[in-house]
């Protein structure tokens, strides 16, 4: 069983910051590559950013790599997402997931998804 509890989301001016956390524990050995995705209502959920666990290695969604950046800190079993110069699209629930494949954006290769936490940006 693995647990993942996503935490820093809230409310902030357009052009501002946020940092995301989400706290891995349980059965996280083989689970090889941890991501974020977000969802806005009425939209499929969508690829942010992954990364390797093991290597470091990162993939971003194209149109965030210039003002995300994903994070891990091993030794906390802790999965970061720094997001500078938000915009109002930028309103969502984030979740972080994880899985045991190689670096994917596919959601049906994360087996472990977080509950979600709520970004919005204002204008």
């Known amino acids: 069983q693995v647990q993942l509890v996503e935490s820093g989301g809230g409310l902030v001016q357009a052009g501002g910051s946020l940092r995301l956390s989400c706290k891995a524990s349980g059965r996280t050995g083989d689970l090889y590559t941890r991501g974020w995705f977000r969802q806005v209502p009425g939209k499929e959920r969508e690829f942010v950013a992954a990364i390797s666990w093991t290597y470091g290695k990162t993939y971003y969604d194209d149109s965030l790599k210039d003002r995300f950046t994903i994070s891990r800190d091993s030794g906390e079993n802790t999965l970061y997402l720094q997001m500078n110069s938000l915009k109002p699209d930028a309103t969502a629930v984030y979740y972080c997931?994880?899985?045991?494949?190689?670096?994917?954006?596919?959601?049906?290769?994360?087996?472990?998804w977080g509950q979600g936490t709520q970004d919005t940006v204002a204008s």
């Open positions: 997931a994880a899985g045991s494949n190689w670096l994917t954006r596919n959601r049906a290769d994360f087996q472990a």
